[in-house]
């Protein structure tokens, strides 16, 4: 499929394709009129990407994860990038669930004292 064709499909705008090829995320076929053509399978890779951006991935973080799909790495070196990223969403996800915890004991607060002039949510972030 062509570009706009693609950025239907993928929900990303055409300066956001052409962007994920520069940076080395997408990889379209050149046809002979010089067009790009995309596959289905790279609309499974922009949603993988989106999904990794969502967890707070950085675009050179997700280009190493997509990088190891298509190396020649051996599996256990594979496996070894992976589990490091696996620690960092661990991480990330911890990190979430105390976020969460904070912010519901801020939000009960509030609840008791709507009334309150002076709010300190953010002291119990810090």
């Given amino acids: 499929m062509l570009i706009g064709d693609f950025a239907k499909k993928s929900k990303l705008t055409r300066e956001t394709i052409r962007f994920y090829e520069k940076k080395g ?16 399978n790279d609309i499974r890779i922009v949603h993988f990407i989106n ?3 969502e967890l707070g991935f950085i675009l050179p973080e997700i280009k190493d994860i997509l990088n190891l799909y298509d190396s020649e790495q051996k599996c256990k070196d594979i496996q070894n ?20 915890k904070k912010l519901l004991k801020s939000i009960q607060e509030c609840e008791k004292n ?4 002076s ?3 953010f002291e119990k972030f810090f």
Avoid: D, G, M, Q
């Fill in 114 to 117: 709507p009334y309150k002039k």
């Fill in 25 to 40: 995320l997408l990889k379209s076929i050149r046809k002979e009129n010089n067009y790009r053509e995309y596959s289905e």
């Fill in 81 to 100: 990038k992976l589990e490091k990223n696996l620690k960092k969403i661990e991480n990330k996800i911890y990190f979430l669930a105390i976020t969460k």
């Fill in 119 to 121: 709010c300190k949510v």
């Fill in 51 to 53: 999904a990794l951006k």
